[in-house]
């Protein structure tokens, strides 16, 4: 779902040509597998149906299964893009710890509480696992350092094992790969609504809840206008123990009149509802990167967003702060936002610069090859002395 989707399309969009020498055989699933173009022929895809699985069927595909193929390709290297790693790998493993949930303190209190005693358990189970995959793996990645403090926090490994390294965010021009024209930007002629969009797919930590909080506050004293994708009343909600209180909220009038719920399915989709839009809001309160914000700033979007470490890390002063949870003052920050023009060019000038120093594609996935090679042997020169006394 969401920035799994996005990450993996991009990183194999920018692997290697054949030139390299490189070979990669990249299982995933189906869905995926299908829809990806124009690889080079030293990439090899192989589809694999674990959706579906029991955890301990997820559990023995990558700890035995994949164990045995590793063997049949004569791999030497494997790259773990989903969290957990396999114990005792044979060959060298670098792992990209993705998922903040088990490890924020915030959505630990906030909201795991609310959950029910079993999937406690499996999420505490689930969580043993990965600090157990981090301990296991050659390299630790993570997408901010803010994800690597909180990891630190449940597991203790050799600083060195850890690589800080930023996701990447396509510029504009690459929105759409197939080439598809995007038009002039929309046709804005009598319309004084300000447009605020929030891409994400729906979870409980998106806090969406303080989005739709805010609309009413805002539209007190303004027109303000919200085209979000994350959707409370999408059928992969139902596990989530904020989606029907959330559902109950959009629908009522002084927020429905404000709020509308699409779906996103393409790349060229999400870009159209970037340059519609004037305001990017970001309340998600527990993310390990949050690919939106870095897509917002290419697209030269200010952002209100919420007020965390890695929310921090990723806009840096590209973005105004609001307090988690506090619609009221994510309804000032906007407010703000809204009536000064300047202060939107200025934060969007400076998301632009931003992205394009630090959030680039080529950059991530040529810090994971270097990852992948096995660090060359130190070399000690030999003493003078004993130079000397071979030469005698």
Not at 52 to 66: D, M
Not at 71 to 99: D, I, T
Request: hydrophobic share 45%.
């Amino acid at each position: 779902m969401g920035g799994a989707v996005t990450y993996l399309d991009s990183f194999l969009r920018r692997l290697p040509p054949a030139q390299s020498g490189d070979e990669f055989v990249i299982y995933l699933s189906p869905a995926i597998a299908g829809r990806q173009r124009g690889l080079g022929p030293n990439v090899r895809l192989v589809p694999v149906s674990m959706g579906r699985r029991s955890w301990w069927g997820k559990l023995w595909w990558q700890q035995v299964t994949l164990r045995q193929r590793l063997k049949r390709h004569g791999a030497e290297a494997l790259l773990s893009l989903g969290n957990f790693a396999m114990l005792g790998c044979p060959v060298r493993q670098v792992l990209l710890v993705r998922n903040a949930l088990y490890f924020s303190e915030l959505y630990l209190r906030e909201l795991l509480p609310r959950h029910s005693t079993a999937f406690r358990w499996e999420f505490a189970l689930r969580r043993l696992l990965i600090c157990r995959s981090v301990r296991s793996a050659d390299v630790v990645m993570a997408p901010t350092r803010a994800l690597v403090e909180e990891l630190g926090a449940f597991v203790q490994a050799e600083p060195e094992k850890f690589l800080v390294n930023p996701y990447g965010a396509a510029p504009p021009a690459e929105a759409c790969p197939e080439g598809a024209e995007t038009g002039a930007a929309p046709d804005r002629a009598g319309d004084s609504a300000l447009r605020l969009v929030y891409v994400s797919h729906y979870c409980e930590h998106k806090n969406l809840r303080t989005l739709l909080a805010a609309m009413p506050l805002l539209n007190r004293q303004g027109d303000f206008r919200l085209v979000t994708t994350a959707d409370p009343g999408w059928e992969g909600a139902a596990w989530t123990v904020t989606h029907r209180g959330d559902q109950a909220l959009a629908r009522r009038p002084e927020v429905a009149t404000s709020v509308k719920f699409v779906r996103a399915p393409t790349v060229g989709d999400v870009r159209e509802l970037y340059r519609a839009a004037d305001i990017f809001v970001f309340p998600s309160v527990c993310e390990s990167f949050g690919h939106p914000m870095a897509e917002a700033m290419t697209n030269g979007l200010p952002i209100v967003a919420a007020d965390t470490p890695v929310n921090h890390e990723v806009c840096g002063n590209a973005a105004l702060y609001f307090r988690p949870f506090n619609p009221e003052d994510l309804a000032e920050k906007i407010q703000r936002l809204g009536a000064d023009r300047a202060v939107r060019e200025k934060l969007g000038a400076a998301g632009r610069r931003r992205a394009a120093a630090f959030f680039r594609w080529e950059d991530h996935v040529e810090r994971i090859l270097r990852a992948c090679r096995p660090p060359r042997p130190a070399t000690v020169p030999e003493e003078p002395e004993l130079c000397a006394r071979g030469l005698s």
